[in-house]
């Protein structure tokens, strides 16, 4: 059936650092893949997504780009900030129609 | 447009009680979800709604839980006889159509079997 893997947490980064966050998935054909994020306290929000393969997605520095031969879409930004600290899900969407979480990778920024 | 809403935010109950959580979509999305998330884990699947046809439902929807949409709008979802294990953040999302529009969250409401 339809899977994600995600990068186990927690990452802990300095402030300015590089971030990735890897995710792969299984799935029947080419989901449309998504980035969620949850702050601390908040509920989930989309922070990106992609629909085809090579897609980019991009939104507040994050991008994340849809490689179908590699079933990847990892996320990553090149300068973080403590603002950043959060829960980060990968989402593919699975064939009945829904999406499929993983298990959240938790990001630590220090200043 | 408000998003979408849960209520209650909050529900404490005795194990062997039922409760009934709230959910009101974006009023123009057709499709509503229903989602569980313990703690340290990703949103798990639990059912969908098309209007007020309920599309899939996950194997983890075990018989005491019920859900229902029943005019395409707000859902509710059930749990009968509460179980410790059911403590965990109950999710709602809606979305306009399939397909790569993603989803908007509401809050949750986190309910804590005693």
């Known amino acids: 059936g339809d899977s994600v893997t995600q990068m186990e947490g927690p990452v802990t980064l300095s402030e300015e650092a590089f971030l990735t966050i890897n995710c792969t998935y299984t799935?029947?054909?080419?989901?449309?893949l998504f980035w969620y994020v949850q702050y601390p306290g908040e509920g989930l929000q989309l922070l990106l997504k992609a629909t085809k393969a090579d897609d980019k997605g991009s939104n507040k520095g994050f991008e994340a780009t849809y490689r179908k031969e590699t079933t990847s879409f990892h996320l990553e930004k090149g300068s973080v900030q403590v603002s950043d600290s959060a829960v980060y899900f990968c989402?593919?969407?699975?064939?009945?129609?829904?999406?499929?979480f993983g298990k959240g990778t938790k990001l630590s920024v220090k200043p | 447009d408000t998003g979408v809403s849960q209520d209650p935010r909050h529900k404490i109950t005795k194990r062997g009680q039922n409760v009934t959580f709230r959910c009101d979509p974006i009023s123009e999305h057709n499709r509503l979800y229903w989602y569980r998330q313990t703690l340290g884990q990703g949103p798990e699947f639990l059912t969908y709604?098309?209007?007020?046809?309920?599309?899939?439902k996950s194997r983890l929807l075990s018989d005491r839980f019920s859900a229902e949409r029943p005019k395409g709008s707000f859902s509710t979802l059930e749990i009968q006889r509460t179980e410790q294990g059911d403590s965990a953040m109950y999710l709602c999302a809606s979305s306009s159509r399939t397909g790569p529009y993603g989803y908007t969250f509401g809050s949750g409401t986190r309910l804590t079997v005693v």
């Open positions: 989402a593919p969407l699975g064939s009945q129609g829904n999406l499929i």
């Open positions: 709604f098309q209007n007020e046809a309920q599309l899939e």
């Open positions: 799935a029947t054909g080419y989901p449309s």
